[in-house]
């Protein structure tokens, strides 16, 4: 790509919808996070290829894709989680706040506090009570406050609308509450600790459809505090819940926009064939 | 249809009794040593039998001998083995590991007696003389390996995404190792542990290569000691039949220490959490 790339309209750009030139994409101020130009490899597979994305402050942002498009792996990119892989590689650049959250001098475990992790399957701590899988975080992290850890633990599973189902049973295994239960109880671990962003893998695929609608008023609920990013497989959800949708395929990020926008008119004929069903 | 019905129900009963027949068999050598040795050995049981020396017709020092000997080598074994295990599991994704897993998994087969000698050529040599820290350290060589391999391997059962929740929060790898994993993995390191504390408080083949016995109760860390298995090897060399009986008795005793080890154990790490 030459620099005449600026003047092309947005018709065209979305239409070559891979921008690998890495000048064009300019640092957004008003964003929480940014990818910028990111390439993931396993081993030789390259899985991601040239991604960029921003996510907002105080919004919610869906990942949608067919099955092995790279979509939870992007995620990973956000709290440097993929790294945990053997033989991950990566290029480009995730900021936080403007700042590149894979530079040398930041070590990933400070990234992780400020952006939380809910998995695909609800994965309490088997060993400890429902209190200390909410306290947990600050445990770990060396961070408690003893005092206060009664209060925190109790906004956090309100803010994750479990309090009324389990405050009498505090000092339960985490694992003996039902699968949507442990999936509130996960988010309330994570928003313990005051993330400014929580990535969610596919959070309601292991849920029925009731856990299902309880998590989803739950995250339209967190957008207020975090800007929230999620992975999802159904399509309806993220119409459902989230501003901003990401159509992924086979490593590449097809088309960004908002929510409304990509569902109802799509600039992107893969994307179209995507949302009407006719592969994935 | 009904016949191959039948006949696969038929199948499903048959694989059933072989289990149940293997289990017995199984069994048979283990439940006749324990009735023998509970047979012969408590009608030795008595106070002075458990707290007298030879002279007095007991065997308290083999007991004090073996106990020591026990806590002794736990302590210095456990935590290397565990701590070994530990690093296999968790970080043990590289070449050096690799081979340090293969030679941990050969001292693991080594005949006792190989370290009975080995020990005794590089420590009780070199200190002129046979002693209780020898023997433990003999035996610590022997319990290493085994808790190490069985620390591993229970932290591998330790599911991922356990791991995964604990580096999401921003806890560092030790921190996820030591709260997260170790406790998931507690009822296997704790079976590992004592299996291997068993076997090494019947070990008799290195003590005679370092602790080498002891007609009296413990007399420092630099000097031979008793021990119930070397009691029991010596009684039952023993043409009378009294002393015979006495290697009886300490048979049971160190069956029952063994026992005792395992239900303490259990009880004392035993979760508090109510489900």
């Known amino acids: ?280 | 249809m009904m016949h191959s019905y039948g006949f696969r129900k038929f199948k499903n009963h048959l694989f059933f009794i072989i289990c149940a027949i293997c289990v017995i068999i199984a069994i048979i050598p283990l439940a006749s040593i324990l009735f023998e040795v509970t047979k012969n050995g408590a009608p030795q049981l008595s106070l002075t039998f458990l707290t007298g020396t030879n002279a007095n017709g007991g065997i308290g020092p083999a007991i004090q001998g073996t106990l020591i000997l026990i806590g002794l080598t736990s302590a210095i074994g456990i935590p290397i083995g565990i701590l070994s295990g530990i690093y296999l599991s968790e970080f043990g994704n590289n070449k050096y590991a690799q081979n340090l897993r293969t030679i941990n998994n050969i001292i693991t087969q080594f005949p006792s007696i190989i370290i009975g000698i080995t020990v005794y050529g590089i420590l009780v040599l070199a200190l002129g003389s046979f002693s209780a820290l020898a023997g433990a350290i003999a035996l610590a060589f022997i319990l290493i390996p085994i808790v190490t391999r069985t620390t591993e391997e229970s932290l591998k059962l330790v599911p991922n995404n356990i791991r995964e929740a604990s580096l999401a929060l921003g806890a560092h790898n030790w921190r996820t190792t030591l709260n997260v994993v170790l406790p998931t993995a507690k009822n296997g390191l704790l079976t590992g542990t004592l299996l291997a504390v068993a076997r090494i408080a019947g070990e008799t083949a290195p003590l005679i290569m370092t602790i080498m016995g002891n007609r009296y109760f413990f007399q420092g860390l630099n000097q031979p000691l008793a021990a119930l298995p070397l009691e029991i090897w010596k009684d039952a060399l023993q043409p009378y039949p009294d002393v015979q009986a006495r290697g009886w008795g300490a048979a049971l005793i160190l069956i029952l220490i063994v026992l005792i080890v395992n239900i303490v154990v259990r009880i004392a790490t035993r979760s508090k959490m109510k489900t």
């Open chain 1, 1 to 280: 790509m030459t620099t005449t790339t600026t003047t092309i309209t947005q018709e065209e750009q979305n239409n070559k919808h891979v921008t690998n030139d890495q000048t064009q994409q300019e640092i957004d101020q008003t964003a929480k996070m940014q990818a910028i130009n990111v390439n993931v490899w396993f081993g030789q597979k390259h899985v991601l290829k040239s991604v960029n994305l921003t996510v907002k402050p105080n919004t919610v942002t869906a990942i949608i894709g067919p099955s092995g498009c790279g979509k939870s792996t992007f995620l990973r990119c956000f709290n440097r989680m993929h790294e945990l892989a053997p033989n991950a590689k990566m290029t480009g650049k995730i900021l936080l706040d403007c700042e590149d959250i894979y530079e040398r001098k930041i070590d990933p475990v400070q990234i992780r506090r400020r952006v939380g992790m809910v998995f695909q399957k609800p994965n309490p701590f088997p060993t400890m009570s429902i209190y200390d899988n909410v306290a947990a975080g600050l445990k770990l992290t060396g961070t408690k406050n003893g005092k206060h850890l009664d209060d925190i633990v109790k906004r956090s599973l309100e803010q994750a609308t479990l309090w009324d189902e389990v405050h009498e049973d505090l000092k339960k295994p985490g694992t003996s509450i039902s699968g949507g239960q442990q999936q509130r109880l996960c988010i309330a671990r994570a928003i313990a600790l005051q993330p400014e962003v929580i990535l969610m893998d596919e959070p309601c695929s292991a849920l029925d459809p009731i856990a299902t609608a309880k998590i989803e008023k739950l995250i339209i609920e967190l957008k207020r505090n975090y800007a929230v990013v999620i992975v999802t497989h159904n399509m309806q959800q993220a119409s459902r819940i989230s501003d901003y949708t990401a159509f992924m395929y086979m490593g590449e990020l097809i088309e960004f926009g908002e929510t409304r926008q990509l569902f109802e008119n799509p600039k992107v004929k893969l994307t179209e064939n995507y949302i009407t069903g006719a592969f994935g």
